[in-house]
């Protein structure tokens, strides 16, 4: 394939997946050397055919791991299959469903043709209602279950199919085949799974054991649940591949990792409450410095503030990882921002902050960027996206979605 036709749809429908990555030169390559290989952990280069004389490198500043690896794998095997329709009247159809087959090939392996099916029909019920209200469901794959003569298409045709679950707890349950074995009402886990959202736990748990769970949510958007955590998130019309763990290890502060854990959940969680959050981190090195940028009626030490004597009694002397994660879900949904310290103690919840004249970026992010220099500020907006900031620096430490 043109090496400047493969980097025009590479940019367009690839990148998207990893937050961060860019698309580096071209370098030279033999017939002997694979479609895709990682020259270094924080690199991927990839060519469509064999003979090829080049391969494109992807590159970023988080490790690729194995998962990542299928997905450029997916990528090329669907760019081979797709070529002979590209640059013809038909190419923008076919890459409009490029995103959804990568998705599919990767999480599906043989039987991806059912997991494309699925992510078919939940995208043309984003895009339609059921008694005036927007549809929500999941569809569960189970690799050892067997199921019986209904299938998914003779499933999609049902309307009434749009109601069968809710896409929180209860789901649809399929084989491999995409052949219907039933219906499960799920129990919330006794430990929610970290790196999924709260409100999907009990799908992310039954996530397991090469399970696979896709969601719709009442947003519109598409979740995709495997090894329990949320593997993919389609959102604003674009598909994101979610690596968690490097996110936790690249905050720069704090030192505590069950800090930082913590923090990094509910932030997925506000994430996908829709209802935005700004949080920051103080590190032990500023002191009381978090006082010149917190109004002192917001200051949970402010024993005159009947506001910071109500949340003081709420939170009952604990600790930000030793809060439910409910709660500290309510607490960053509090108008504001939710600044804690490098221990995880709460110092301000709701807080006005004072930020600098000739501020722009909207009011979080100007807050994120006056809490960074105290430590971390991270901002979540209303439609989903994660930037996490630190020090004085312009480019955040990683953007999410």
């Known amino acids: 394939m043109e090496q400047d036709q493969l980097r025009r749809i590479a940019e367009q429908f690839l990148c ?17 050397e694979k479609l895709v290989a990682r020259p270094d952990p924080r690199s991927l280069a990839f060519k469509v055919h064999s003979n090829d004389g080049h391969r494109l ?39 409009r469903t490029l995103p959804g087959k990568i998705v599919a090939r990767t999480i599906g392996g043989d039987h991806h043709e059912s997991m494309l099916a699925t992510i078919d029909w939940l995208e043309a019920w984003a895009d339609r209602h059921y008694e005036g209200m927007s549809v929500t469901g999941a569809l569960g794959f189970d690799p050892h279950a067997q199921g019986g003569s209904i299938g998914l298409s003779e499933l999609s045709s049902l309307e009434f199919a749009a109601v069968l679950s809710n896409g ?13 074995a039933g219906h499960q009402c799920l129990a919330r886990p006794a ?49 994101h591949f979610l690596t968690h763990r ?80 409910r709660l500290r879900m309510e607490l960053l949904s509090v108008d504001g ?10 110092l301000a919840v709701g ?11 909207g009011g979080r992010l100007a807050a994120a960027r006056v809490l960074a220099t105290l430590g971390l500020g991270i901002k979540v907006s209303q439609d989903g996206s994660i930037i996490c900031l630190h020090g004085e620096a312009a480019e955040p430490v990683f953007t999410l979605m």
């Open 246 to 325: 490097p996110f936790v290890t690249r905050m720069p502060v704090p030192n505590s990792l069950a800090v930082r854990r913590a923090v990094y959940e509910s932030c997925l969680d506000a994430s996908f409450m829709h209802h935005g959050a700004c949080l920051g981190v103080v590190t032990a090195g500023c002191g009381r410095d978090w006082e010149e940028v917190v109004m002192r009626e917001d200051r949970l030490c402010n024993s005159d503030s009947l506001k910071a004597r109500t949340l003081d009694l709420l939170l009952a002397g604990r600790t930000f990882p030793e809060l439910d994660r």
């Open 191 to 239: 430990v929610t799974p970290p790196f999924a959202p709260y409100t999907h736990a009990g799908l992310a748990a039954w996530a397991v054991d090469g399970r696979v769970v896709l969601v719709l949510t009442e947003k519109d958007e598409i979740l995709v649940f495997k090894d329990s955590q949320m593997l993919f998130a389609k959102r604003s019309g674009r598909w």
């Open 16 to 32: 998207p997946f990893f937050s961060g990555a860019r698309l580096a030169g071209a370098v030279p390559s033999t017939t002997r």
């Open 168 to 180: 929180v707890d209860t789901m649809i349950w399929v084989d491999p085949r995409g052949c219907v």
């Open 57 to 95: 490198v992807l590159r970023r500043a988080e490790k690729f791991g194995p998962t990542a690896e299928r997905i450029v794998k997916a990528f090329v095997e669907v760019m081979s299959e797709i070529e002979p329709a590209l640059a013809t009247a038909f190419e923008a159809d076919v890459l």
């Open 351 to 361: 807080a006005i902050l004072r930020i600098p004249g000739g501020s722009t970026g």
């Open 337 to 346: 921002a939710t600044v804690i310290d490098h221990q995880g103690r709460v």
